[in-house]
């Protein structure tokens, strides 16, 4: 039986609190009494915290709102357990660091979150001696040559930021599992209807600042992994998540965990749109990525994966040909039409666009970019839910027409 995020979810909110609430309560405080003296020093020794049917010590540590959030999140991916962090970024950097150490590697996609590529090719082997490979993700036998025995994880993301490419989880994990090697899995793009984990990932990260959020107003990331690979991230002697601290705010995880019952609804629509737009652009023969295309080179490994009826998520890839082009149909997009925002980020109620070379990925060089094949003139469209799809589609066609793409 295909694995179920909404109903998975609703478990977890039928633990009703201490008050009946509907909603969780916000617990704002830094710091917790034990009920007697002894039991400090078993939580200092690592045996008592919450995941462990312990108690809170300090908000840094463990918060029981925060913690509540990363429990739904861990709903949400089917994983035994979940943290919620104060950015995508810090839960990815935390996760790697908690599982490789000086001169052990990371096989790692090409087509990533720029930030993240910055992380791993610049960061990581400067500062921590963690060495990267980079390989193209959709070709198992570059990722099978670039393993070594110094590799302790494969890093991917679910779906590829902004080239659509599809990441092939189950031989990826398997991959990373014949040489001990977790597979890490940046889920942001496809919330509820992706589960990496059930497929064989051993840890998911999110942006919560995509589509999880929802509005383009909160940063924060999370972690979905084992029990054991939590508490080892909250170690309070060894853990990435509790040494570098990325914490989040309990107010900040209440608001978010109002977004997660309908965050479902929220990635069908956004898929019902992508997909539309996406057979348009399409039916007109213009170089138009996206994965819930049948005519997308990796449709039926998306579909082999997905949890029914959200479809392939909100983004498609449109190549405009040039920079130049490509600026103009989004300053007209913007200015004209009123459609969408010319800004990075994607997952915002309304449609974002914008043309990832020269600024979500141009952290990577000329060479970089076209072995990741990002066109110049790519632009990447998150599609938004406001207004009728027919009359974004009118707005969308007009403007192409004003450029002469069509
Ligand atoms: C935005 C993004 C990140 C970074 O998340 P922050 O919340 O900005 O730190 C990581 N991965 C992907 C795929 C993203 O889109």
Same mark, same amino acid.
Not at 113 to 132: D, N, R
Not at 229 to 256: Q, S, Y
Not at 382 to 405: C, H, P
């Given at each position: 039986?295909?694995?179920?995020?909404?109903?998975?979810?609703?478990?977890?909110?039928?633990?009703?609190?201490?008050?009946?609430?509907?909603?969780?309560?916000?617990?704002?405080?830094?710091?917790?009494?034990?009920?007697?003296?002894?039991?400090?020093?078993?939580?200092?020794?690592?045996?008592?915290?919450?995941?462990?049917?312990?108690?809170?010590?300090?908000?840094?540590?463990?918060?029981?709102?925060?913690?509540?959030?990363?429990?739904?999140?861990?709903?949400?991916?089917?994983?035994?357990?979940?943290?919620?962090?104060?950015?995508?970024?810090?839960?990815?950097?935390?996760?790697?660091?908690?599982?490789?150490?000086?001169?052990?590697?990371?096989?790692?996609?090409?087509?990533?979150?720029?930030?993240?590529?910055?992380?791993?090719?610049?960061?990581?082997?400067?500062?921590?001696?963690?060495?990267?490979?980079?390989?193209?993700?959709?070709?198992?036998?570059?990722?099978?040559?670039?393993?070594?025995?110094?590799?302790?994880?494969?890093?991917?993301?679910?779906?590829?930021?902004?080239?659509?490419?599809?990441?092939?989880?189950?031989?990826?994990?398997?991959?990373?599992?014949?040489?001990?090697?977790?597979?890490?899995?940046?889920?942001?793009?496809?919330?509820?209807?992706?589960?990496?984990?059930?497929?064989?990932?051993?840890?998911?990260?999110?942006?919560?600042?995509?589509?999880?959020?929802?509005?383009?107003?909160?940063?924060?990331?999370?972690?979905?992994?084992?029990?054991?690979?939590?508490?080892?991230?909250?170690?309070?002697?060894?853990?990435?998540?509790?040494?570098?601290?990325?914490?989040?705010?309990?107010?900040?995880?209440?608001?978010?965990?109002?977004?997660?019952?309908?965050?479902?609804?929220?990635?069908?629509?956004?898929?019902?749109?992508?997909?539309?737009?996406?057979?348009?652009?399409?039916?007109?023969?213009?170089?138009?990525?996206?994965?819930?295309?049948?005519?997308?080179?990796?449709?039926? =490994?998306?579909?082999?994966?997905?949890?029914?009826?959200?479809? @392939?998520? +909100? /983004?498609?890839?449109?190549? &405009? $040909?040039? %920079?130049?082009?490509?600026?103009?149909?989004?300053?007209?997009?913007?200015?004209?039409?009123?459609?969408?925002?010319?800004?990075?980020?994607?997952?915002?109620?309304?449609?974002?666009?914008?043309?990832?070379?020269?600024?979500?990925?141009?952290? =990577?060089?000329?060479?970089?970019?076209?072995?990741?094949?990002? @066109?110049? +003139? /790519?632009?990447?469209?998150? &599609? $938004?839910? %406001?207004?009728?799809?027919?009359?974004?589609?009118?707005?969308?066609?007009?403007?192409?027409?004003?450029?002469?793409?069509?």
């Amino acid at each position: 039986m295909s694995f179920d995020p909404v109903q998975s979810l609703s478990r977890v909110r039928h633990e009703f609190g201490e008050h009946g609430g509907v909603n969780m309560s916000i617990e704002a405080s830094t710091t917790y009494t034990v009920m007697a003296a002894e039991i400090m020093p078993e939580i200092f020794q690592g045996h008592k915290n919450p995941e462990q049917g312990g108690c809170f010590l300090y908000g840094r540590h463990f918060n029981p709102t925060v913690y509540v959030l990363g429990r739904y999140l861990a709903a949400i991916e089917g994983t035994e357990a979940g943290y919620a962090t104060s950015s995508g970024i810090s839960a990815i950097a935390c996760s790697l660091m908690q599982i490789c150490g000086p001169g052990d590697e990371i096989v790692a996609s090409n087509a990533i979150y720029g930030g993240t590529f910055a992380l791993l090719k610049e960061f990581f082997p400067l500062k921590t001696g963690i060495q990267v490979k980079f390989v193209d993700i959709s070709n198992i036998d570059e990722v099978r040559s670039a393993i070594s025995p110094k590799t302790k994880a494969i890093f991917t993301e679910s779906i590829s930021n902004p080239t659509m490419v599809i990441s092939d989880i189950p031989q990826l994990a398997d991959c990373a599992h014949k040489v001990g090697a977790k597979l890490v899995v940046d889920n942001t793009f496809s919330p509820m209807l992706l589960s990496p984990a059930q497929h064989g990932a051993d840890v998911v990260v999110h942006s919560l600042t995509k589509f999880i959020g929802g509005a383009s107003d909160i940063i924060a990331g999370a972690v979905c992994a084992s029990k054991e690979f939590i508490t080892e991230l909250m170690d309070l002697h060894t853990g990435a998540i509790m040494l570098l601290g990325p914490t989040m705010d309990p107010r900040v995880a209440f608001d978010l965990s109002l977004r997660l019952p309908h965050l479902g609804l929220r990635m069908k629509e956004h898929s019902r749109r992508a997909k539309y737009f996406s057979e348009k652009l399409s039916e007109l023969g213009l170089p138009i990525s996206y994965p819930g295309l049948s005519s997308h080179p990796q449709y039926q =490994l998306l579909e082999s994966m997905t949890n029914p009826g959200f479809g @392939a998520g +909100g /983004l498609f890839a449109l190549d &405009l $040909g040039t %920079t130049d082009r490509a600026f103009e149909f989004m300053n007209d997009l913007q200015q004209n039409e009123g459609f969408g925002f010319l800004a990075v980020s994607l997952g915002y109620f309304d449609t974002l666009m914008s043309c990832s070379a020269s600024s979500t990925s141009s952290e =990577l060089t000329d060479d970089e970019l076209k072995e990741a094949g990002i @066109a110049p +003139g /790519l632009v990447r469209v998150s &599609l $938004g839910y %406001t207004g009728t799809l027919e009359d974004r589609w009118d707005q969308f066609e007009r403007a192409l027409k004003r450029v002469n793409m069509i």
